[in-house]
């Protein structure tokens, strides 16, 4: 099973394009990643307003997208983990996706878990296009120009 989850906490409504392509490094809530029974991050299942994530979901999404590219070419794909210092997330691809949490001073895995990649595709891809429509819903111009990076 893999699973991503995520709240945006930014407030977005009055942000021009510009500015956001100028002064903005992302766009900020909570992120959570669920492989099988292994949990990476935070995410609230009852959000109310007035709580403000640290976590880049942009930058989530897109380094999850772009490990979906890397694997589909049997390349090996990392992202390191900013909230857990000195540790990534590895995956690679044969018949299954292995998806491990590195740890980098040891370089050895913590834990290594086995995913279909039929399913981490599509929720990498829905997580994507909910994320987008989420914006559009917000400020419509972003979301355009997310959807045309």
Same mark, same amino acid.
């Given at each position: 099973? $893999?699973?991503? #989850?995520? +709240?945006?906490?930014?407030? =977005?409504?009055? +942000?021009?394009?510009?500015?956001? =392509?100028? @002064?903005?490094?992302? &766009?900020?809530?909570? $992120?959570? !990643?669920?492989? #099988? #029974?292994?949990?990476?991050?935070?995410?609230?299942?009852? $959000?109310?307003?007035?709580?403000?994530?640290?976590?880049?979901?942009?930058?989530?999404?897109?380094?999850?997208?772009?490990? =979906?590219?890397?694997?589909?070419?049997?390349? %090996?794909?990392?992202?390191? !983990? =900013?909230?857990?210092?000195?540790?990534? &997330?590895?995956?690679? %691809?044969?018949?299954?996706?292995?998806?491990? !949490?590195?740890?980098?001073?040891?370089?050895?895995?913590?834990?290594?878990?086995? &995913?279909?990649?039929?399913?981490?595709?599509?929720?990498?891809? @829905?997580?994507?296009?909910?994320?987008? @429509?989420?914006?559009?819903?917000?400020?419509?111009?972003?979301?355009?120009?997310?959807? #045309?990076?």
């Amino acid at each position: 099973m $893999f699973k991503i #989850n995520w +709240v945006i906490t930014d407030n =977005l409504e009055n +942000v021009e394009l510009e500015d956001f =392509l100028l @002064n903005w490094n992302g &766009i900020y809530g909570f $992120f959570s !990643l669920t492989v #099988n #029974n292994e949990l990476l991050g935070f995410c609230p299942a009852d $959000f109310s307003d007035g709580f403000e994530g640290d976590e880049n979901v942009l930058f989530w999404l897109t380094e999850l997208e772009k490990m =979906l590219e890397r694997i589909t070419l049997n390349e %090996k794909y990392k992202i390191p !983990l =900013l909230s857990m210092n000195l540790c990534s &997330i590895l995956f690679e %691809k044969s018949d299954e996706v292995m998806v491990s !949490l590195i740890d980098e001073r040891a370089n050895k895995p913590l834990w290594r878990e086995k &995913i279909c990649f039929d399913e981490l595709e599509a929720e990498v891809v @829905n997580s994507r296009l909910k994320f987008i @429509n989420c914006i559009r819903q917000i400020n419509t111009k972003l979301a355009l120009a997310l959807m #045309n990076p």
